[in-house]
């Protein structure tokens, strides 16, 4: 019974190591939401040259974007969003409200002014958008369906 202590210690002591450093490497390979969007390196954000983002699969959706400052490039993750906005994901832009429907086109509109851009992007100062007419009219709060 006492030459078994020893070994029991032993391998109790080697399991506890292991669970440690397994543990210390996958922390590690865990990357929180805005470490995985920045380059590893010592360079600024100013310094730095940012690529479009290239969706991984289609046109929209997750993807990466090259970062490259001095000698080094680094790939970040990077998502482009799956509606209108894909053409200008990196350009931030204050919108005014929708105008009216225009009867002939079907469609209304309205313009945004640049608020600001992302990864050094070029972007243009205003912008329109347009949209497709609802073919729904909507109700006031005090309306109430009639059956």
């Not at 506890?16 to 990357?31: D, G, I, P, Q, Y």
């Not at 969706?55 to 959706?61: F, I, K, M, Q, S």
């Not at 990466?64 to 200008?88: G, S, V």
């Amino acid at each position: 019974m006492q030459s078994l202590f020893p070994v029991t210690l032993l391998l109790l002591l080697l399991a506890l190591t292991l669970t440690t450093e397994a543990n210390k490497r996958t922390k590690s390979h865990k990357v929180g939401k805005h470490e995985k969007s920045r380059p590893a390196s010592e360079c600024s954000s100013a310094e730095t040259r940012y690529g479009k983002c290239v969706p991984e699969h289609g046109d929209c959706g997750d993807g990466l974007r090259e970062a490259t400052c001095k000698d080094r490039t680094d790939k970040i993750h990077c998502k482009i969003p799956c509606n209108w906005k894909k053409d200008i994901s990196d350009c931030k832009y204050k919108f005014g409200p929708w105008g009216v429907c225009d009867g002939v086109t079907n469609t209304k509109s309205r313009s945004g002014t640049l608020k600001r851009a992302l990864f050094n992007a070029d972007c243009q100062t205003t912008v329109s958008v347009s949209k497709t007419c609802s073919p729904k009219v909507k109700k006031t709060r005090g309306e109430k369906k009639s059956n």
